[in-house]
C-alpha cells in the first residue's frame, strides 16, 4: 500500500513496522468480529429469539462498557498495557472457540449468545483504553495523528467487509465456521501485539493509586461545567442512536422479511455511510459550519431516517436509508469526539475518555432495553416515529431555552498549555520533605483587600476553588476574619505530598493567571503569607504501628 511523503498523509503510521503488522491484524480481526456479529443475529433468529431478546443485543453489548470502563481506564495506566491486550485477545479468542463448539454441538441458546455478547464487550471495555495509549506509544508523534485516523478508517473498513463475509459464508459454512474464524483473528491479534517491544517511559512522581485515579476523575468531572456538558451531550445522543442497532435487526428479519444471512447487509450500508461521512462529508462540514451547527444538522439526519425506517418497505431502498444512518451517526459521533478531546488536559486524558466512553455505553445499554420494550408493547412503527418526534422536541427545547443550552462550540477556544509549577516547599531543606505518601497537606494563603475589590476577590476565590477542586485538592475552605472584616483565608487541602506535587505539574497557564490575578488582589508591600502543613496524625499513627511492632519482635 502506498503513502505520500506528507505529514498529513492518512497513510504515514503505516511506515511504521510494528504498527502496520498490527493494523493489517486488526483489519482482518475486526472483519471475522463484524462476520460474527452477523452470525449471531442469524443464530437468535434460527433460535426463535423474540423481539425483546434481539434488541437486548445492543443493552448486554453496552452494559460492560458503562460498567468497567472507568475502572478499566484507571487499571490501564498502573499495569502494562501489553499485557492487557494480549490477555484479552487470549480471552476472546476462547470466547468464539467456545461458540463454535456450543453451535456444533447443538448447544447454543439465545441467553448463552447474550452472555457470549456481554462476555466480548467485557473484554473490549479493559482493552479499548490500553489500546489507544498504546498506539500512542507505538508511533512518532508526527504519527500519531494518521496512526489514530487510521484506526477509525479500520473499523469502517472492517464493518464493509466483515457483514457481507458474513452474509456470504454463512449459508455454505455455517455459524461454527465463522466464530471458530474470528476466534483465529483474534489469535492473529495476538501475534501481532507480541512483537511490540514497549518501552515505558520513567516518571519522577509516583503514579497515583487505583483509588486516587477514579477520585481523581469524579473531582474533574464534578468541578469543570464544560466536562458535564458534554457527558450530557454523549448521554443524549447515545440513548437516542441505540434505537438504530437495537431495531434495524428486527425491522429486516421481521419487517423486510431479509433472509438473516443477508442481514449483514445492513451493516455493510451503514459502514458504506460511515466512511463516505468520513472521507467527503466531514471535511466539507467543517469548512463552512461550527461543530454545533454540524451536530444539530447530523441530528436532524438521524430523525429523518428513524421516520423512514418505519415508511420504507423496499429492501434495496433501506440499505440507502441504512447508509444515511451512518453519515448521520458517523458526522455527529466524530464531532462529540473530537469536541471532548480539546476540553481535557493531558493528564487526565485517560480517565476522561473511560466517562465519556461510561456514559455513552450506559446511555447505550439504557436506550437499548427501552427501544425494545417499547417495540415489544407498542410496535416497531411508534416506537421510531416516538423517539424522532422526541428527538426533536429535545433539541427545539436546548436551541430555544437558554437555561437548556449545552452548545460544543466553547471548546474550540480552549487551552492546556501548561505553566512552570510553582511549589511552596523549594525553601524547604531535603531532609525536611515528607514521604509521597504522607499526608494529608494543607496549603494555606492569607489575602487582606481593598473593601472596593471585595467582590471580586471573592469572585477570584470562588474561580480558584474549582481549579484546585478539579485538579487533585479533595477539600477548600474560605475563611473570614472576624476582627478584620477583608482579610481571608483560603485553605487547600490534598490527600498526600504526591497528590500536592501532582496538582502543581497539572495547573495549566490559564488556571495560574487566575491565581496570579487573585495574588494581585492583596493589598500590602509583601505577597500573602502563605503556610504550608503536613498532618500530625499521620505521625502519630506512625509511631503507634512502630511501637506496636515493636512490642510484638519483644
Given amino acids: 500500500m502506498k503513502y505520500t511523503s506528507g505529514k498529513t498523509s492518512t497513510w504515514l503510521a503505516l511506515r511504521n513496522p510494528v504498527y502496520s503488522k498490527l493494523w493489517f491484524a486488526m483489519v482482518i480481526s475486526g472483519s471475522w468480529i463484524a462476520a460474527q456479529n452477523t452470525a449471531i443475529y442469524w443464530a437468535l433468529n434460527a433460535l426463535g429469539a423474540t423481539t425483546v431478546l434481539i434488541s437486548l443485543m445492543a443493552t448486554v453489548s453496552a452494559l460492560p462498557g458503562a460498567l468497567f470502563t472507568l475502572p478499566a481506564g484507571a487499571i490501564a495506566d498502573m499495569v502494562d498495557r501489553k499485557k492487557i491486550l494480549l490477555y484479552v485477545q487470549l480471552w476472546h479468542a476462547a470466547i468464539a472457540i467456545g461458540l463454535a463448539i456450543l453451535w456444533a454441538a447443538h448447544l447454543l441458546n439465545p441467553y448463552l449468545i447474550l452472555t457470549g455478547a456481554f462476555l466480548f464487550s467485557l473484554g473490549f471495555a479493559f482493552s479499548a483504553l490500553a489500546s489507544s495509549a498504546a498506539i500512542a506509544e507505538m508511533v512518532s508523534a508526527e504519527d500519531l495523528a494518521s496512526a489514530y485516523t487510521l484506526s477509525g478508517l479500520q473499523l469502517d473498513v472492517s464493518g464493509i467487509i466483515g457483514p457481507l463475509l458474513g452474509g456470504l459464508l454463512i449459508p455454505f459454512m455455517g455459524l461454527s465456521f465463522i466464530f471458530g474464524a474470528s476466534g483465529v483473528g483474534f489469535l492473529l491479534m495476538f501475534l501481532a501485539i507480541l512483537q511490540w517491544k514497549r518501552v515505558e517511559a520513567q516518571s519522577n512522581l509516583p503514579l497515583e493509586t487505583f483509588f486516587e485515579s477514579l477520585t481523581t476523575a469524579i473531582r474533574y468531572v464534578r468541578y469543570t461545567s464544560g466536562i458535564k456538558i458534554l457527558l450530557v451531550r454523549h448521554a443524549l445522543f447515545s440513548f437516542f442512536i441505540s434505537i438504530i442497532p437495537a431495531l434495524m435487526p428486527v425491522v429486516g428479519l421481521k419487517a423486510l422479511h431479509l433472509e438473516a444471512s443477508n442481514l449483514g447487509y445492513l451493516f455493510t450500508a451503514m459502514a458504506v455511510g460511515s466512511v463516505l461521512s468520513g472521507a467527503f462529508a466531514i471535511p466539507w462540514a467543517r469548512a463552512k459550519f461550527s461543530p454545533e451547527q454540524i451536530t444539530t444538522g447530523a441530528n436532524l439526519v438521524l430523525m429523518l431516517v428513524c421516520i423512514l425506517m418505519v415508511l420504507v418497505h423496499q429492501p434495496y431502498v433501506f440499505l440507502a436509508v441504512a447508509a444515511l444512518g451512518g453519515v448521520g451517526w458517523t458526522m455527529s459521533a466524530s464531532e462529540l469526539w473530537v469536541a471532548s478531546q480539546r476540553a481535557m488536559p493531558d493528564w487526565a486524558r485517560g480517565r476522561m475518555n473511560a466517562t465519556m466512553t461510561m456514559v455513552a455505553q450506559g446511555a447505550t445499554a439504557l436506550g437499548g432495553a427501552l427501544w425494545g ?61 515528607p514521604a509521597p505518601r504522607d499526608g494529608p497537606v494543607s496549603i494555606t494563603a492569607e489575602f487582606r483587600v481593598d473593601p472596593a475589590h471585595r467582590d471580586e476577590c471573592v469572585d477570584l476565590m470562588r474561580e480558584a476553588r474549582l481549579i484546585f477542586l478539579r485538579n487533585g485538592a479533595y477539600r477548600w475552605h474560605l475563611y473570614k476574619d472576624l476582627e478584620q472584616p477583608n482579610t481571608f483565608r483560603m485553605e487547600v487541602v490534598v490527600s498526600s505530598w504526591n497528590q500536592y506535587l501532582l496538582g502543581a505539574e497539572r495547573l495549566t497557564k490559564n488556571e495560574k493567571d487566575v ?17 504550608i502543613s503536613l498532618s500530625a496524625d499521620s505521625e502519630i499513627l506512625k509511631k503507634r504501628v512502630r511501637a506496636v511492632h515493636a512490642q510484638r519482635l519483644a
Fill in 515 to 531: 491565581i496570579d490575578k487573585l495574588r494581585g488582589m492583596h493589598i500590602g508591600p509583601n505577597p500573602p503569607d502563605t503556610w
Fill in 373 to 433: 420494550l417499547a417495540a415489544h408493547g407498542f410496535g416497531v412503527v411508534p416506537t421510531f416515529l416516538g423517539a424522532a418526534g422526541f428527538a426533536l422536541l429535545l433539541m427545539v427545547l436546548v436551541h430555544v431555552v437558554p437555561a437548556l443550552r449545552i452548545s460544543i462550540d466553547f471548546t474550540a477556544s480552549l487551552t492546556f498549555e501548561p505553566a512552570p509549577p510553582v511549589l511552596l516547599s523549594q525553601n524547604l531543606a531535603p531532609s525536611r520533605l
